[in-house]
């Protein structure tokens, strides 16, 4: 059974967060603070949190299957044809980055972050969202 407000929640935060990351991704990365570090790393924890929860749910959803950890959900996704081999890549290496912000946030390169964000890394999240929207639409 669909939960409508928990769609509707998660797509808030994830047009929230990726407004945010958007305009950082046009600023000079020489006038980034400290504080825009911080800003930055937690739009991307939550975005890519968010994510990781709507994978999950698109699967429940789809395929009547329960899954608890994001690996499984991005496994099932490709396996049933939902994801390439290469989005299936690209994800695994967010979620990688995503285990990072949570839990080594002593070992934070900055170096990587602007690399994440410049380069528009999480910008793949973005089209799977909008296209398991319009399927959760359907079901």
């Known amino acids: 059974m669909r939960d ?5 929640a998660l797509f808030r935060h994830q047009r929230r967060m990726l407004r945010i990351l958007d305009e950082y991704s046009l600023e000079n990365t020489d006038t980034w603070t400290e504080r825009d570090f911080l800003a ?5 924890q939550v975005y890519i949190e968010s994510f990781i929860g709507m994978a999950r749910y698109f ?11 994001s ?7 490709k396996s049933r044809g939902d994801l390439s081999f290469k989005q299936h890549q ?6 990688g980055f995503r285990n990072v912000l949570v839990h080594d946030y002593l070992e934070i390169n900055d170096g990587i972050v602007q690399a994440v964000v410049t380069k528009k890394h ?3 999240m973005e089209q799977l969202i909008l296209e398991w929207q319009k399927a959760l639409a359907l079901l």
């Open 71 to 77: 690996r499984e959900a991005l496994d099932e996704l």
């Open 4 to 8: 409508i407000a928990y769609e509707q």
């Open 90 to 95: 690209a994800l695994l290496k967010m979620v």
């Open 59 to 69: 699967v429940q959803q789809k395929y009547n299957l329960s899954v608890s950890q």
């Open 122 to 124: 999480y910008a793949i």
């Open 40 to 44: 930055i790393q937690r739009a991307l």
